[in-house]
């Protein structure tokens, strides 16, 4: 269906076409990030388009961005085969979404605290040196935020304001290549809220945590900024250890 017009496609059919690629693609970047669909499996466009009900040309533009993250390779007289987890662009929010629906999702969640660990200290650190004053305040006012909404039980203004925190701190480092981790700290704080790896309500210490890294990048003192969010970070990792063996699901030692 084409407007009279310009000859362009409709809207309706255009938004169609976009919820079966993001439905296509959600479905086999989940079965392949799960291990339902094993490195190696090779794929094929036909059989695609017939199990999931769609055009060649939807399976073809869903195999195009599966590609571009690492996940498949397209070779021709073999088709579409799996390529091994070591390929994949971990760093992508949505193969760390995808992989988050895992049964491995635990496993996943420490690799990205661990990688947190290594980057948010340093950008408190960073920030402490670079933060405007209006940026600076604005982390305090974010801080007393979330303690509030931490103290009402208030689970999903909480996320809002931890996600915004945690991305403020990025960016007020100054680092371009720190502020470009702000997608993958927010999947991490989602994750851990969606598959109840958060407690109902936040631990105090951790609340005050974040006041204190607030407070130190507006006084200016990055090694108490740094140590503050060292402390977040292993309040969160202590947070899902205790959950996990609680609940019997296995990590890392």
Wanted: proline residues 4%; charged residues 25%; glycine residues 6%.
């Amino acid at each position: 269906m084409v407007t009279p017009s310009t000859g362009e496609a409709a809207p309706s059919l255009v938004a169609a076409q976009a919820g079966l690629h993001a439905r296509v693609l959600d479905e086999l970047g989940t079965a392949i990030c799960s291990g339902q669909l094993a490195p190696g499996s090779v794929l094929y466009i036909d059989d695609l388009a017939d199990q999931c009900a769609v055009s060649r040309s939807v399976v073809r533009e869903v195999l195009r961005v599966l590609a571009s993250m690492g996940l498949v390779d397209t070779r021709r007289r073999v088709g579409t085969q799996i390529r091994p987890a070591s390929d994949w662009n971990v760093f992508d929010p949505q193969v760390i979404r995808w992989r988050l629906a895992s049964a491995d999702r635990i496993v996943q969640l420490r690799s990205l605290t661990e990688l947190r660990t290594a980057v948010e200290p340093q950008a408190a650190a960073l920030a402490a040196e670079r933060a405007t004053p209006d940026e600076a305040s604005d982390l305090v006012g974010l801080a007393a935020k979330m303690w509030a909404a931490g103290k009402a039980g208030n689970e999903a203004e909480f996320l809002r304001l931890d996600i915004e925190f945690h991305r403020q701190v990025l960016l007020s480092s100054g680092n371009e290549m720190f502020v470009k981790l702000q997608e993958l700290v927010a999947e991490v704080l989602t994750g851990r809220h969606h598959y109840a790896l958060m407690p109902h309500y936040p631990d105090e210490h951790a609340l005050q945590h974040h006041a204190d890294v607030a407070q130190a990048i507006q006084r200016h003192d990055g090694e108490r900024a740094r140590d503050a969010m060292v402390h977040i970070m292993e309040q969160a990792m202590n947070e899902m250890r205790s959950i996990w063996e609680r609940t019997g699901v296995p990590g890392r030692d």
